[in-house]
């Protein structure tokens, strides 16, 4: 089958969740349980642990035009951009866009699990272009093959208040 790989192209508007803004986890407010290999409806995924991503929105990370050109060189918008890796990782969708469907194990692409929501703990890039690849396709926005580690957030009594993650904190909070 032919699919659509142009996700540079999607217009916002035409994304419902381009507005959803990405939750900051940190590693160090909750209790892990044993990872395990399995899928993910994207469409759950509300954060993430990476200071860089967290605070931005769906659509502040959708690769912009000219991404799959690759010229950063001479298009400082895409050398800028949101997404820090897009243009590699918009390349590898169009090379093998049956990555997103298949059942494979997806190494360094992981997440966090509590409740019925998912934060990235690996692999910001392919979740991005994964959700809208696959909304782009109008196909549901499962992901097979990655590692969910379940988790719960820690009473308040167990969490460390001097960890070295209040400065993590403070860098996501400054950044734009």
């Known amino acids: 089958m032919a699919w659509n790989t142009f996700i540079e192209e999607i217009s916002l508007e035409n994304i419902p969740f381009s507005n959803d803004v990405l939750l900051f986890l940190e590693r160090g407010k909750i209790n892990v349980g044993e990872p395990k290999r399995g899928s993910v409806d994207l469409s759950k995924v509300v954060g993430t642990t990476h200071p860089d991503y967290c605070g931005k929105t769906w659509g502040q990370l959708k690769p912009i035009p000219g991404t799959s050109d690759g010229d950063f ?16 990782n918009v390349k590898a969708l169009e090379k093998n866009p049956s990555y997103y469907f298949d059942d494979n194990e997806k ?3 992981s997440f966090y699990q509590i409740d019925d929501k998912y934060y990235i703990s690996s692999g910001n890039h392919r979740t991005v272009i994964g959700r809208l690849f696959l909304h782009l396709n109008n196909q549901e926005q499962l992901v097979h093959g990655v590692t969910i580690t379940p988790a719960e957030f820690k009473k308040k009594s167990e969490i460390d208040h001097n960890s070295p993650s209040l400065i993590s904190r403070f860098i996501a909070w400054i950044r734009p």
Request: cysteine-free; overall charge positive; charged content about 20%.
């Open 107 to 109: 190494t360094h692409w």
């Open 73 to 88: 060189m001479n298009n400082r918008e895409v050398a800028l951009q949101g997404l820090k890796r897009a243009i590699v």
